[in-house]
């Protein structure tokens, strides 16, 4: 399928034409075509509305294992919570400046935060400032559909209705203030199988042993 | 120049010549290795000056980026609380020794300026900073505001990015000097950028020189190689790096600078060691060569010296040069040649004064033996003898040289045998001289006739007998002469007169010499003479047989000399005749004998004058005209001149004669042979001409009274004449005896002692009254 012809005949074409299921599957990768896990990929479809609130909130738990965050990203819905919880033996300072939802916890050894409720919608970025590589991103979207790339770089969407989506995805390591353009793309019947390639700042969680970060 | 300073000069030349070389060429190369040395320690210290850059870079960036983690100031510019941020950044700027802080939003607007306030809000002006600096370090030379920073852009974490900070470093005189004494680095550290159009400036300079103005003001590219440089009247060889450096800045460059002066300094010191050695050494040299010089060119002239006293002739030899290896040997040469040399000279001398076939001195020796010793005695006296083989020349020509040469020799052999005190030497071809000192004319004569008497022992050689025919004349000091020249001379003259002598042998007589030089002063005279009325005619009178009277008079030509006296015709008409000089004479007597016979014929005495020319005269193609021309003058008939010319002189020029004679007697003057008969006259020739009148010599009349032969004779001569139609005059006339035969015979005139001498016109004048009286008295 080609994205550029979808991109300007998509739109209406197959309006009302919503009886069959589609399959969408995204591969994400970077400029060197490896692929890239936990990125952020939203479909929004014409007729798809902005999810105001969740109908049944979700707590979710950020472990701190390991001096890491993990998950590295989580998808929330606004209205969901998120809990952190120190499995370490050492003492997470947990902090976030995003407009978002902006907080502060001290978590001991073996506790967890008070939950947060994530009621608006963005990009959270949250660090521990006793641990500079500690970062995790909670990305809370009200798109429909929204889904994170595994290890292998795939997120697949099934079970969609046919018609016409806006493709977004979203990584942490995207260029400040260049957050990927939605694709729009054409759903029909048949799976349809769409690449995305995106240009990623190095990973702030590698190792001390990672040379190129040692330089900060 | 002298010898000796050219070899000092020669020397010293060479040896400045060859330090100076010397000395060029090791500087050369020792600037060589400098620039060497200077193009490597520039590559080194340009690539430590970026690496020092980038070290201060890297340092600046991590403090920046410690900073950068602080939490409070990650929550200053979260929370955006600017106040808090500024003075966090100003302090943070402190601590790192950055000159200027700036926060930059991720939008790459200026949030936060320590510096300027104005720029908040702005877009930082060099984005490509900032989107490096998400990757890695960014750093770059940037020029803000008239000065230069490095300015290093790290992003702020919070912990993704949510902005970066800029810290820039001055890049000032303080930190290039900074720079320079922590790399000791080539002298001349500056940071130059391009203000516009390929136009560099200097920024900053590390110590005290900065180059960059005058290199930069005279070239637009920056000389990335390793370049020699004049700036300033030094030398450097400078290298331009390209710093890191931001898109949108100025483009900046290090200038580094390695001075070749400063890098040859320690040369100097050698260079004045060296100046210092060739300096002693040229004083040495000069010593040294002005010293071998010496003993070089000393020699040299003592040789110059004696080879100039051989070119004045003294070959006295040189004074011994010993132990001078090539001198001495030219000084040893040089003796052998002067000795060669007086030897060819004395052989020379032998052979220009020496005859070769005989050995015995030639002319030119005897007259200057001769004359030394006429000068140097006391008593300047002697005998000069002249010995002459007159035979000899016939004896060469008729059987060779080599004969002749044996003759001499032989002669001289024998003459040498009894030459006992005589200076013999051969003066000619055929003659010996001998020189007899103090000798007096007697012991000449003795002594020539010892020598007539063993020259006069024919020579012999195998079958041949030879008589040489030997003479002697001699000539006495000081009576024939006071000189050697003059004695040669006269001994010779005398010579000439020997072989007809008695005994062979003739001593000289001035009066038969024939040669006498005073006669030349005789010429002078008679010129002098016709000036001063010195000469004159007599005239002898001719007496006409048949009537018994005198009608005629022979002009004959006398010189009163005033030293000399009287002198006959014959001492002077024949010089006169050689010299040239008879031409005028007998213009002379031709004008004189004319105005004679005017007189006389006013006179009322008809005398025919007889004048007598030479046959010089007749080369003489206006005589005729000139006689004409007096004979008008004088209004004298042509008839009343008879002209005498001697049957010689007519038959040396005859066909002149003919023609001469021609036009004179077309003249009407008539023309006379004088002397007839004792000549070589033709008849036939004589009968060409328009002779009137022969006369008969006295040859024949003077015996005529008593020789029966010379009457016969001047009687057929008489009758001769009649028949071929000439008057006959017989000369010399001296007895009645011999009148009367003349008159006998028939003969038409007579002249002579017993009619009258020569006699002075006035005289003839009284003669011819006389006469006349007498003839009255007899009729």
Not at chain 2, 114 to 130: C, I, K, N, S
Not at chain 2, 532 to 546: D, S, T, V
Not at chain 2, 632 to 660: F, G, W
Not at chain 2, 740 to 761: K, M, S, T, V
């Amino acid at each position: 399928m080609n994205l550029a012809r979808s991109a300007i005949v998509g739109v209406g074409l197959l309006l009302g034409a919503s009886a069959p299921a589609a399959e969408l599957s995204v591969l994400v990768t970077d400029s060197h075509s490896a692929t890239i896990a936990d990125a952020v990929v939203s479909l929004r479809g014409e007729h798809d509305q902005p999810l105001r609130a969740v109908p049944s909130p979700i707590t979710k738990i950020i472990d701190q294992r390991g001096e890491a965050f993990i998950p590295y990203v989580e998808i929330f819905r606004p209205g969901d919570q998120v809990v952190f919880h120190n499995s370490d033996r050492t003492r997470h300072h947990v902090y976030s400046f995003a407009p978002a939802k902006s907080f502060e916890f001290v978590i001991g050894s073996g506790r967890s935060a008070p939950p947060v409720t994530l009621d608006q919608i963005g990009e959270i970025a949250v660090g521990c400032n006793i641990h500079d590589r500690m970062i995790a991103h909670l990305y809370v979207s009200d798109a429909p559909h929204v889904a994170k790339s595994g290890l292998d770089g795939r997120v697949v969407f099934d079970d969609l209705p046919t018609g016409a989506y806006s493709v977004q995805v979203w990584h942490p390591q995207l260029r400040p203030g260049r957050t990927e353009p939605p694709r729009a793309t054409i759903l029909e019947s048949t799976p349809v199988n769409l690449t995305i390639a995106l240009s990623l700042l190095p990973d702030p969680r590698a190792g001390a042993d990672d040379p190129e970060r040692s330089k900060y | 120049m002298s010898f000796r300073l050219r070899l000092a000069l020669l020397f010293v030349t060479t040896l400045v010549a060859v330090q100076v070389f010397t000395a060029v060429l090791v500087y050369e190369v020792a600037r060589r290795g400098v620039i060497a040395e200077g193009e490597r320690q520039l590559a080194a210290g340009a690539d430590a000056v970026a690496r020092q850059l980038d070290d201060i870079s890297a340092r600046v960036a991590d403090n920046v980026h410690v900073l950068a983690l602080d939490y409070a100031l990650r929550a200053a510019i979260a929370q955006r609380d600017e106040g808090t941020l500024l003075s966090a950044l100003r302090n943070h700027g402190r601590r790192i020794g950055a000159a200027r802080m700036l926060l930059i939003g991720l939008d790459g607007a200026v949030r936060s300026d320590t510096v300027e306030a104005d720029a908040v809000g702005h877009a930082f002006p060099f984005p490509d900073l900032v989107d490096a600096a998400l990757d890695h370090p960014a750093a770059a030379v940037v020029a803000m505001g008239g000065k230069a920073y490095w300015m290093i852009v790290v992003p702020v974490y919070a912990p993704g990015p949510i902005a970066l900070i800029a810290a820039g470093i001055p890049v000032d005189n303080d930190l290039l000097t900074h720079l320079q004494q922590l790399s000791a680095l080539p002298n001349t550290l500056e940071l130059i950028s391009d203000s516009g159009g390929g136009h560099w400036t200097g920024i900053a300079h590390g110590g005290e020189l900065t180059l960059a103005p005058e290199l930069m003001a005279t070239r637009r590219d920056l000389p990335l190689q390793p370049t020699v440089v004049a700036v300033g009247g030094r030398e450097y060889v400078a290298l331009a790096k390209r710093l890191k450096e931001s898109e949108r800045s100025a483009p900046i460059a290090a200038l580094l600078a390695y001075s070749l002066d400063d890098a040859l300094h320690p040369y100097h010191s050698v260079v004045l060691a060296w100046a210092s050695l060739l300096a002693l050494g040229l004083a040495g040299g000069l010593i040294g060569a002005l010293l071998i010089a010496r003993s070089v060119a000393r020699p040299i002239e003592v040789l110059a010296n004696t080879a100039r006293r051989i070119e004045s002739g003294n070959y006295a030899p040189a004074p011994p040069l010993r132990g001078l290896g090539e001198i001495g040997q030219l000084a040893a040469a040089f003796v052998s040649m002067t000795h060669a040399i007086a030897e060819r000279e004395e052989h020379i001398r032998y052979q220009a004064l020496h005859d070769a076939v005989t050995e015995l001195p030639n002319r030119q020796a005897a007259e200057d033996g001769i004359q030394r010793f006429l000068r140097d005695s006391s008593q300047p006296q002697g005998a000069l003898l002249m010995i002459g083989l007159a035979r000899l020349p016939e004896i060469i020509q008729t059987l060779g040289h080599a004969i002749g040469d044996r003759v001499m020799r032989d002669a001289s052999e024998r003459l040498r045998a009894q030459s006992s005190g005589a200076f013999i030497a051969r003066v000619t071809d055929t003659q010996f001289s001998l020189w007899l000192d103090h000798a007096d004319a007697d012991i000449a004569r003795m002594r020539a006739a010892r020598v007539l008497e063993i020259l006069s022992i024919p020579y012999r050689e195998a079958d041949v007998s030879l008589d040489t025919a030997p003479a002697v004349g001699i000539a006495l000091a000081p009576l024939h002469g006071h000189d050697a020249g003059t004695l040669l001379r006269r001994a010779e003259v005398a010579l000439i007169a020997a072989p007809g002598a008695e005994h062979a042998v003739a001593v000289y007589d001035e009066a038969t010499d024939p040669h006498r030089p005073e006669r030349l002063g005789l010429m002078g005279d008679l010129r002098k003479a016709l000036d001063r009325n010195e000469l004159h005619l007599c005239y002898q009178p001719k007496l006409h047989l048949a009537s018994d009277v005198i009608d005629g008079a022979e002009a004959l030509l006398r010189w009163q000399h005033p030293q000399r006296g009287a002198l006959p015709p014959d001492a002077f008409i024949g010089l006169a005749e050689r010299t040239g000089n008879i031409r005028a004479v007998s213009r002379w007597v031709i004008d004189r004998a004319i105005a004679q016979a005017a007189e006389w014929a006013r006179g009322g005495h008809a005398l025919r004058v007889a004048i007598n020319l030479s046959a010089r005269d007749l080369d003489d193609a206006t005589l005729p005209d000139l006689i004409a021309d007096r004979l008008a003058a004088h209004a004298v008939q042509p008839h009343s001149i008879v002209l005498e010319l001697t049957e010689s002189a007519v038959m040396s020029e005859p066909d002149m004669a003919v023609r001469v004679f021609d036009r004179l007697a077309q003249c009407g003057i008539e023309l006379a042979i004088d002397d007839f008969g004792i000549g070589q006259s033709s008849f036939a020739y004589l009968r060409r001409l328009p002779v009137r009148e022969v006369k008969i010599d006295r040859l024949f009349t003077q015996a005529l009274a008593d020789d029966a032969g010379d009457r016969a004779l001047v009687q057929s001569m008489v009758e001769l004449g009649h028949r071929l139609g000439y008057r006959v005059t017989a000369e010399g006339v001296e007895t009645a005896g011999a009148l009367d035969f003349l008159r006998a015979i028939g003969c038409d005139h007579a002249q002579g002692y017993y009619i009258a001498a020569g006699l002075e016109p006035t005289i003839v004048q009284d003669l011819l009254a006389s006469r006349a009286v007498r003839a009255g008295a007899l009729a």
